[in-house]
């Protein structure tokens, strides 16, 4: 498990000013458990991002089992309770933030009435993530307007993944066992005759529909999951370890 982090004290702070992030951070392959029980809360809100493997969240008294893909928000005084099985790897993103303007951006996103909202594992996302990380680590000049923008920036891009996914969420619904299985199992290769088995449906109308909603073949499309990781893992190999 490899962990990089802003700020390893997390403060908790409810920031006055326009905007500051608390902490910002990157879990990796966690596969001895992860369990997080805050029951009073934070003074900030905060979110997790999975980018690989299923979590498990306790949100207004119930538990709810999440996989890649997902975003989830504690907002202040909210119960952060959270964490992953023994023997199970996963690995997520996570941001403690606070300030004026917080209230009014996850409003005008659409992230001010839900928990969690589905966005899919996009590398975007991931790249925004690991470039606040590094400035922050280095500390440059500016480097707080930097990633404050790249923040804001952020919810915007998060919030058109969402619409995106509901709008096509339900006509491709019946791909969702394939697509989970590339994108958390993405170091094995199964055939297409696999995947379309996984959906219940002939191989054939399984390429046909994949390849409609994800505009590429499913080959590529696991092509492209494995760019992505070899990216990310470039991209946290530039970082300094605590």
């Not at 990089?4 to 920031?15: F, I, N, P, R």
């Not at 029951?39 to 949100?59: H, N, P």
């Not at 893909?69 to 005084?77: A, D, I, T």
């Amino acid at each position: 498990m490899k962990i990089l982090q802003t700020d390893s004290s997390a403060k908790d702070l409810a920031y006055e000013g326009y905007l500051k992030i608390n902490n910002c951070g990157l879990c990796t392959d966690a596969t001895a458990g992860i369990s997080v029980e805050n029951r009073g809360g934070r003074k900030d809100y905060m979110f997790v991002y999975i980018m690989d493997g299923t979590m498990y969240f306790e949100l207004e008294g119930k538990r709810v089992e999440l996989g890649a893909g997902n975003l989830v928000f504690y907002r202040p005084g909210e119960a952060q309770v959270y964490g992953s099985y023994e023997g199970d790897s996963v690995s997520y993103y996570w941001a403690h933030f606070s300030g004026t303007c917080v209230k009014d951006v996850l409003g005008d996103c659409g992230f001010d009435k839900e928990h969690y909202y589905f966005i899919d594992v996009d590398a975007g996302i991931c790249k925004a993530l690991n470039m606040i990380i590094k400035e922050y680590t280095y500390g440059e000049y500016c480097y707080e307007t930097k990633c404050n923008s790249l923040f804001i920036m952020l919810f915007s891009e998060m919030a058109r993944l969402t619409d995106q996914a509901i709008k096509t969420y339900n006509k491709y619904d019946v791909l969702l066992p394939a697509v989970k299985a590339m994108e958390q199992n993405y170091r094995v290769w199964y055939k297409n005759e696999e995947y379309a088995k996984m959906c219940g449906i002939s191989k054939y109308h399984f390429i046909h529909l994949f390849t409609e909603c994800k505009g590429c073949s499913p080959s590529q499309y696991k092509s492209n999951i494995l760019m992505q990781k070899a990216t990310e893992l470039l991209a946290i190999s530039d970082i300094p370890m605590n």
